[in-house]
């Protein structure tokens, strides 16, 4: 009768601290927004795009706010000017933008007065040559689909090479899963085969594309995946570095696309 009178105290003293119990939420201090610019040139496709929003606050699940009213101008090295017009809020594009390989690009944008500045320079066009398809039942990507695919192609020589590969499926942009490459490490002037870190299923349509990339675009991206944890590792938090001035985040980047598709 000792024991079931000690295990029924217990219970009871359990019950009471459970009912005392109170949710705490740290009261975190507000912080100021930032401006976030992501801006982009398709050189292959000729249009300049810019996307420009403000950061949340930590406690805050609202979509970020677009911003509007932006001034932005684009300018090569050549003298070329360009500018872009806001085609919805916080998107601004222009059209028939001639970038060349190795001309250089500076973009500017104003918001309320500030000035945000960044420079890239215009990559060498690559074209994807191929897919690869190999089925691995029971691989590491095997939720996702038991089939693995590999981007190929020629790597041009003498030149540092910046690259990234992402995927559609079924016209459905893969957001989470893409491939980052630095010649450097891959094989300078040679044929380059990079598998895509992702499962796929059959009776699907597959499109892979190749970016070619400035280094500035490869740099922002290669962080962003040492956040997610699909590149290399990081065990503290941090906004990815990009080359605005004025401490703002996002980035600016130069490339061109090639892509294939490929139906499983």
Do not use: H
């Amino acid at each position: 009768m000792l024991n079931i009178k000690n295990i029924g105290l217990f219970v009871l003293g359990l019950l009471f601290f459970s009912s005392c119990e109170d949710v705490i939420e740290l009261e975190l201090e507000s912080v100021e927004s930032q401006i976030v610019i992501e801006a982009t040139i398709d050189a292959g496709n000729q249009i300049a795009s810019v996307n420009i929003s403000k950061t949340n606050d930590f406690y805050d699940n609202k979509s970020p706010e677009q911003v509007s009213d932006a001034v932005i101008i684009l300018q090569s090295d050549l003298g070329n000017t360009y500018t872009l017009s806001e085609t919805s809020p916080g998107t601004y594009t222009a059209i028939e933008v001639i970038a060349n390989q190795g001309e250089i690009f500076n973009l500017m944008v104003e918001v309320d007065g500030k000035i945000y500045e960044a420079s890239s320079q215009t990559p060498v066009a690559v074209s994807l040559d191929s897919i690869i398809q190999s089925n691995f039942p029971g691989g590491p990507f095997s939720d996702e689909g038991d089939i693995l695919l590999s981007a190929v192609w020629n790597d041009p020589d003498n030149l540092e090479n910046f690259y990234r590969i992402r995927s559609y499926v079924d016209n459905v942009f893969q957001s989470d899963n893409y491939t980052l490459l630095n010649d450097v490490l891959a094989g300078n002037g040679e044929e380059i085969t990079a598998s895509i870190a992702q499962g796929f299923n059959e009776n699907t349509t597959v499109k892979v594309e190749l970016l070619s990339t400035d280094e500035s675009y490869y740099d922002y991206f290669f962080q962003l995946s040492s956040l997610s944890g699909s590149g290399a590792g990081s065990t503290t938090p941090y906004n990815p570095k990009g080359n605005f001035t004025n401490e703002a985040l996002g980035y600016f980047g130069i490339y061109y696309s090639s892509s294939k598709e490929i139906q499983l």
